[in-house]
């Protein structure tokens, strides 16, 4: 019976599918979306995606409530897509239009920020660590202190990237915190280890993967995807997984209120969660996708890198970053600005 | 006055402002409106996750001076908003210096090129700004890096023994900035130069001037609106220069441009953001207002 | 009249000046070589040299999204220019060569008005204001990015046409005006020519900051405006993919050939 349903409910949306012609608009992070995946989608159903790049979250929801933004779909990071709820600004997904719902991997459905996965569905994850070169550092690389309190011969070779969220969840878990810590004594840990540690840095930068592989710095704060890509290009770049605690994100694709093309929308959404499709994301981004049985269509080379599948002896150390609430934002607001000054 | 000349004066006023009309409506609708909206947004208190609640504070102008510690709740002076904007300044200040010293001789050799073949000169200066900023940016950091082109050709002709550490410094960053705004220093300064009298150089070598008097005493205040023309240009723009600091500076070190765009994105504070950016811009006019001032009055004694 | 000019020429030279402008040109082209170079690299990163290759054209020339951008880059910037150079014109005839009059500084603080706020706050106020406009109008073309473009660009057109007409003589003018020229007349055949150089400058500069700016557009901008700046900051997190640079060389390529056959035509005509 069930299956018969399922089968029914198949055809139905598949003879929707066909027939829903037009256009979608996606709102997503620059050179983040799978050009061979899009075209496969725009031949499948007839309808014209249009990609609009951001380059933050902080921009992408600004403009998402600044209103009558055009888009249907937007791609933010985890700790975001409460925010868009919260807001008022996403849909509540209808799961009966997404058949391919089940395929999210079982770990990814009950997330804390989307409980059963009604507001957003998954499209990439990875973690954030350190990329060393390990031809001028041979100590442990699967640690914090590497940019907390810097080795001598690293110093003034290190980047960290200017992403809030990440480092100080890196800083605060070094610091024997958990990711969004309301304890002052751990926070003020954090600044002083930070602002002691910046002077040792030698910038604040994203474009980790050109000055890895051209080793422009030695080290860097990093995520895993990235990482990845520096190794491929400079097989001296390794990957480390700090024992202190390392990150883990994810970015969701929700549905706008505003919306126009709903339908087309929901034909994505369940688009994407088809394995091959998801893999197809992963070959061209890099990183992980969280949705079941996709690992089979993965390029060989991101089959079981070290970058992707953390060893086992790390794998219990990652903590999820989102965005703090209430104290913990204010302590991160305050020592971030305190040290980008 | 005559009744008639008075007449001939509001005529010409009227004029003036009609004249002005259509820039000034443009201006108002995107330039000023947004402004109207940044003044009423620094009076308001910061929202939880960015943007700002419908509540009145000061909050936001108060920490254009004083912060609380986060820990003790301490009032202290934010001398790390001074830093920011006293190294901005400075900044400014020496890329204007530096783009009028390049800029003049540059402007001045176009313009004394044979008439046709300045047009080409002034094409030729622009055609490398038709190539993006970004990566005009990035191509100044593949010159300038320990391994680029510029260290590798000092190292093999044995000027230097190491490479010269360049990357994500305040030189690479003025290199960049002298760079990004030298055109708008180059062609206000051709514009005033190329109707210059070169007759008038004649005239003072032949009362035995030296060149050091000729530039000084006759080409300089005949190219002053330029000067003053193309130094706005510059000072002004990079002060609020983003893209430049972030991938040449390497975001170590924030400018003023940089630091208020952090409040409006990650430190998700707008209304520090938006009194942030109307004391930068009322520091700007006054400075402004002054320079005109001063220079316009040194014309009427002149 | 020859020997007068020769002569002229000679004592325009000051010494130093001409080296300098050679090394500055010489500077000014040292990235836009690298960038060339670049785009013929066999390797995946822009930053190291792997060899030769025309790989990078071909990704450029398939990837739909740069070329979309380049094109609405050039479309917004030359509206921009037209538009913020003929409103400065105008702004700047207005505001010179006559006796100070009340409103005057005014006039002149606005016009200078967006060089001194940093765009970010220009792009967050501009983000609400073309929001409340799409919310009641409907309408989300170019005519947002047209506009906000126009308008930071005025001073940068207003400022070279301002110093031009400074000081310009005005005997020219008033013989035209006592030859019974109507004041149309004497601003097309004489006031006009006489301050092409300062309106050329003007709106070569328009036309630049408008295809540099980056963040009044990604505010701004609606779905699929990607220019190509904001293309570029997009990628500025993951790895930037040197078809930009493959593009950009293009667009310069073509940028040579218009302006050499512009230069070619009207060397003829003369």
Redesign the interface.
Known sequence: MKTTLTALALLMAGSGLAHAEGEL?L?N????TS?DMIKKFEEKYGVKV??????SND?AL??VE??????DLVVPSAGFVGIYAEKGLIEELDLSKLPNHKNIAPEWMNVEWDQGRKWSVPWQWGSTGMSVNVKDYTGDINTSSIFMDPPPELQGKINVIPEMGDVLALATMWAGGNVCSEDPEVMKKVRDALLAAKPKWMSMD??T???M??H?YSATVDWNG?SL?SRL?NPDVAYGYPKEGYGLWMDNVVLLKDAKNTENAYLFLDFIMDPENAAMLSAF?RYANGISGSEAFMPDDMKSTPELFPPAEFKDKGQFVTVCTGKALDYQKAIWTELQK | MSPAEEAR?RD??K??????A???I??????????L??VV?SFLSPGQYGGIEWNFSLSGWAGVLFEHDIFDDALKLADGNLTIFWRSVQLSFVTTVLTFL??F??A???A?R?P?AR??W???????????????T???N??I?NEG?MNTLLMKAGIISSPIQLTYTDTALLIGMV?VY???MV??L???I??FD??L??AG?DLYAS?WQV?RRVILP?VK??I???S??VF??C??A??TPRILGGGKNMM??NF??LQ?GQGKN?PL??AL?VT??II??IA??AY?RTISGERKDG | MADRAK???A????????T??????V??????L??TL?SFNA??????WEGWSLDWYRVAWG???VKKATLI?LQVAAAAAV?STA??T??A???TR??N?????F????????????????A??????T??I??ATGY?GLGYLI??H???C???A???????L???DTTLETAAADLYASSWQTFRRVTLP?LM??I???A??AF?TS??D??IT??I??????T??????????????PD??AI?TM??VF??VI?SAF?LLS?NRK
């Open positions: 608009f709102y992070w620059g050179n983040y050009p249009t990609i609009t790049d951001f380059d921009t600004a403009k600044a209103g009558a933004s055009g888009f994203y474009s993967v050109e000055k592989t051209n422009d990235s890509r290009a981004a | 004066i010409e006023v004029s003036a402002w009609a004249l002005s259509p820039a000034l443009v201006l108002a609708l995107a330039a000023v409106a947004p402004l909206i940044v947004y390049v800029g001789p540059t001045w050799f176009i004394t044979p046709k047009a080409l002034l094409f030729l200066i622009t055609i490398p700004f038709w190539t993006n900023l970004l990566i005009r990035f191509a100044i593949q010159i890096r082109v760079y030298l055109p708008l062609l206000p051709f514009a005033t190329d109707r070169m007759r150089l004649e070598y060149r530039l005949i609106p330029g003053i023309a193309g706005i240009l002004v723009p002060l609020g983003y893209v003023i441009g208020i765009e409006f707008w953001g938006a950016s930068l811009l700007v006019t402004l207002l005109v | 002569r002229s020429f004592v325009t030279d000051l010494p130093g000046f001409s300098i402008a050679i090394l500055v040109f500077a000014l082209y040292a990235p836009i690298i960038m670049y390797g995946q990163s822009v930053a190291s990837n739909e999204e880059s538009l409103l400065a105008l702004a005839l207005g505001t006559r006796r009059f009340r409103g005057q500084t006039i002149y603080v606005m016009i200078n008005q967006p060089l001194m706020v940093p765009e970010i706050v220009t967050v106020a501009l983000l609400l204001v929001a409340a799409k919310k989300s506009m906000a126009t308008a930071f005025i001073p940068f207003y400022l070279p046409i301002r110093a031009r400074e000081g310009m006489l150089p300062g050329f400058a003007g070569m500069l630049v295809l540099d980056v963040v990604e505010f901008k609606s779905p699929g405006q990607d190509l700046p904001t293309y570029m900051l997009g990628q500025l997190r993951r790895a930037m993919k930009v640079n950009s667009l310069l940028t040579l302006l230069f060397r």
